[in-house]
């Protein structure tokens, strides 16, 4: 059985801060991560995924993650956020045709 | 390509009210999926589908019933409605059911329950 658990249910932060949200996630078997994206009265995303190799991982708008197997974490970080950043982050785990996602975390981004 | 579209946007439902929310894709994606959104809950798997005439169990799928006639479609209809089943549904597809595919997602059925 696989399980998800992003630590921060909320994240507020100003403007051109950096940014950390939080995911780590429990399997007994190999699975493959992803982060998605869900803008107000939207659907979900793609932000980015960890299939294998390099275990930093990186999106087009300035995101990336990490794959920490050690830790079972896959952490999602922006070095300056933008005020059209603020959005809920979900993390995901897949494996066996599933996909268990976390219970998100909201990101408001103030100006 | 529309992608992945949901009808309807808003359904209000009267309790043992019975009803068929749509999910069709263009995207000739093998596997299909219908999660519910709950807030402080993520989403979680209702039911899902790896090809035609192929349909499985998730996580939550009491209450409610899949069938997948065409590679295109995947309707969730909800039996007999009920006001646990206030929820916001999302339908999605992928390439196929390998987990190393993302998700594509419609826009979300915002379905209450009275």
């Known amino acids: 059985a696989q399980s998800v658990t992003q630590l921060d249910s909320q994240v507020p932060v100003f403007e051109e801060a950096p940014v950390e949200l939080r995911c780590n996630y429990s399997?007994?078997?190999?699975?493959?991560l992803f982060w998605y994206v869900q803008y107000p009265n939207q659907g979900l995303q793609l932000l980015l995924k960890?299939?294998?190799?390099?275990?930093l991982v990186e999106s087009i708008n300035g995101f990336e993650a990490e794959f920490n197997k050690s830790q079972t974490s896959f952490h999602l970080r922006k070095p300056s956020v933008h005020i059209s950043d603020t959005a809920e982050y979900f993390c995901?785990?897949?494996?066996?045709?599933?996909?268990?996602f976390g219970a998100g975390t909201r990101l408001f981004v103030k100006a | 390509n529309a992608g992945v579209t949901q009808t309807p946007k808003f359904q209000v439902l009267k309790t043992g009210q019975s009803m068929t929310l749509q999910c069709a894709q263009d995207?000739?994606?093998?596997?299909m999926s219908w999660y519910r959104q709950d807030p402080g809950m993520g989403l979680r798997l209702i039911h899902y589908?790896?090809?035609?005439?192929?349909?499985d169990q998730g996580e939550v799928p009491n209450g409610y019933n899949v069938s997948r006639s065409t590679t295109e479609d995947f309707p969730l209809r909800l039996l007999s409605a009920a006001p646990s089943q206030t929820s916001v549904y999302f339908c999605?597809?992928?390439?196929?059911?390998?987990?190393?595919?993302?998700?594509?997602f419609g826009p979300g059925t915002r379905l209450t329950v009275t």
């Open positions: 399997s007994s078997v190999s699975v493959y």
């Open positions: 589908s790896v090809g035609a005439g192929i349909t």
């Open positions: 960890y299939l294998s190799g390099s275990t």
């Open positions: 995207m000739n994606h093998e596997y």
């Open positions: 995901a785990v897949s494996g066996g045709f599933k996909t268990i």
């Open positions: 999605a597809s992928s390439k196929d059911g390998s987990s190393s595919y993302e998700q594509y």
